[in-house]
């Protein structure tokens, strides 16, 4: 992790669902995002039910992409951007 952490982007999600792209319909929220490395064995915990990888190119396929709502498809494409592996 670098010494300086900042975030890849901040996202501002709407309650109106055409106004920015990002959508939350409970409320205004504003999110730092970050990319962050993973090492080592990871389980999932507490509410979470599963843990799975994705490749880039998974990622942003069309069958993860349907299961993505709010503009999270667009923050994991701007992620992958970010770093040089959008494919």
């Known amino acids: ?3 300086e952490v900042a975030p890849f ?3 501002e999600y709407f309650p109106d669902a055409g ?3 990002f959508h939350d319909p409970r409320h205004h929220a504003v999110s730092l995002a970050f990319v962050v490395p993973v090492a080592g064995d990871c389980q999932p915990t507490q509410e979470a039910l599963d843990l799975g990888w994705f490749t ?3 990622a942003i396929g069309e069958k993860v992409r ?3 709502t709010g503009g999270h498809d667009r923050l994991i494409r701007l992620a ?3 770093v040089g592996q959008l494919p």
Do not use: N, R, W, Y
């Open 1 to 3: 992790i670098p010494v």
């Open 9 to 11: 982007t901040v996202v």
């Open 19 to 21: 106004f920015s792209g």
């Open 56 to 58: 880039p190119a998974e």
């Open 66 to 68: 349907q299961e993505m």
């Open 80 to 82: 992958l951007a970010h």
